[in-house]
């Protein structure tokens, strides 16, 4: 797996980030399988704070709300994400780049970087291990 993810696309400062970058930032934790026999708790960074930081572009009124995040993972596993579910919902809360679980780094299997989506009804599908790219893109008519 990749030690930095790159967040590319739709911003005026698309950035590279390493796993030392994102531990530097303000983190956040969640966990999954909360209520399961073995709950994961996940830190990180927001994927949204991520967003913000590279200043998506917006030229017209709805762009943002017409737009859509592709996380990719380097065996080309993909998950998607809207604009408005990450940053003008609840969802976004529990969507991170994740650089620790359990308060260990990411083991080989996941890491050293993954994308997990908390607050899904199953964590799976939008679970990206090994993750490598964010890109933010415009739906078009």
Partial sequence: ????????????QPSTFTV???KAMPGREVVLDAAGPRPRRYRGVALR???VACRPIETGRFDLRQSY???RATDGYLAV???????DSPMGDGVLVAVALDDEPLAANEGPLAL???LDTRSGPRHVRWLVSIDLRRATP
């Fill in 1 to 12: 797996g990749s030690s930095t993810v790159r967040v590319d696309g739709l911003f005026a």
């Fill in 81 to 87: 994400f809207s604009w408005t579910e990450l940053l």
């Fill in 69 to 71: 995040v592709v996380a």
């Fill in 49 to 51: 704070d991520l967003l």
């Fill in 20 to 22: 030392a970058d994102l």
């Fill in 116 to 118: 997990v989506s908390a």
